[in-house]
């Protein structure tokens, strides 16, 4: 099982089921669902944009 693993066999294994079975016509994709859980998260990489501060308003209150 490691070595099959290691390997990536049971990857390679999957995507050929995958293949055969789409070219089959036989996956209903209205039922597929996506998951990214199993994706590594990019660390450090700066978002876009810019954020409004959440910090409190230098304004006065008017109460």
């Given at each position: 099982?490691?070595?099959?693993?290691?390997?990536?066999?049971?990857?390679?294994?999957?995507?050929?089921?995958?293949?055969?079975?789409?070219?089959?016509?036989?996956?209903?994709?209205?039922?597929?669902?996506?998951?990214?859980?199993?994706?590594?998260?990019?660390?450090?990489?700066?978002?876009?944009?810019?954020?409004?501060?959440?910090?409190?308003?230098?304004a006065?209150?008017?109460?």
């Open positions: 099982m490691k070595r099959w693993t290691d390997a990536e066999v049971f990857d390679q294994m999957h995507q050929i089921m995958l293949d055969r079975l789409n070219a089959a016509n036989r996956i209903d994709w209205s039922r597929a669902a996506m998951d990214g859980s199993h994706i590594d998260a990019k660390k450090g990489v700066p978002a876009p944009g810019h954020r409004r501060s959440t910090a409190a308003s230098p006065r209150s008017t109460t």
